[in-house]
């Protein structure tokens, strides 16, 4: 699926992307740059003696929203369109 990062949501009514194309926009990143910060947190105070990281990382990617299933919806939208300018 494709996303761009972009200021708007909304293309122009005759640019072209795919139906299915996300938008990670400024408020967004701000919200995806805050949760990778308390990820890489919490990732650098797990015990580095424990077995079990590969799961606590699964883990911390799904606290913090991170997680592959989880990031398009929790941080993206639809990319929009513009209607087509009425011609006079």
Same mark, same amino acid.
């Given at each position: 699926m494709p996303v761009v990062v972009a200021r708007v949501t909304e293309c122009e009514w005759d640019a072209s992307f795919p139906d299915d194309t996300r938008v990670l926009d400024a408020t967004r990143l701000e919200g995806v740059l805050d949760r990778l910060l308390s990820f890489v947190h919490d990732l650098v105070t797990m015990d580095p003696q424990d077995e079990s990281q590969a799961e606590r990382v699964r883990s911390l990617l799904a606290k913090h929203q991170l997680a592959q299933?989880?990031?398009l919806n929790a941080? #993206? #939208?639809r990319l929009g369109k513009k209607r087509r300018p009425k011609s006079g």
């Open positions: 299933d989880q990031f941080h #993206t #939208t």
